[in-house]
């Protein structure tokens, strides 16, 4: 629970934060609140568009379009061509 109120306390003194977005999103997927895990995330790539980790992590929440997943997972493999994670999740869907 503590978890909870030091990102939202962080993310309230230094907004502009795409880390703090990140972590407080895999906080929120790990809750599942997915929704705002989603606007988090969002956030954080608005702030830092070459953010791997955050493409694969989003893509892993876009259940209902196939197109965007694929685009989020190969976004991710773009800016970090050894990221394991997006290149399985990547081979999950064209499974």
Do not use: C
């Amino acid at each position: 629970m503590h978890s909870h109120f030091i990102l939202r306390s962080g993310l309230q003194v230094l907004p502009n934060n795409a880390k703090l977005h990140y972590n407080y999103a895999n906080f929120l997927r790990d809750s599942s609140n997915f929704y705002l895990a989603k606007h988090h995330y969002r956030r954080a790539l608005k702030l830092w568009p070459y953010y791997a980790s955050a493409w694969n992590n989003l893509g892993t929440l876009i259940d209902d379009d196939y197109d965007v997943q694929e685009s989020h997972f190969l976004t991710a493999i773009h800016f970090s061509d050894e990221h394991i994670n997006a290149h399985f999740n990547l081979g999950q869907l064209y499974r």
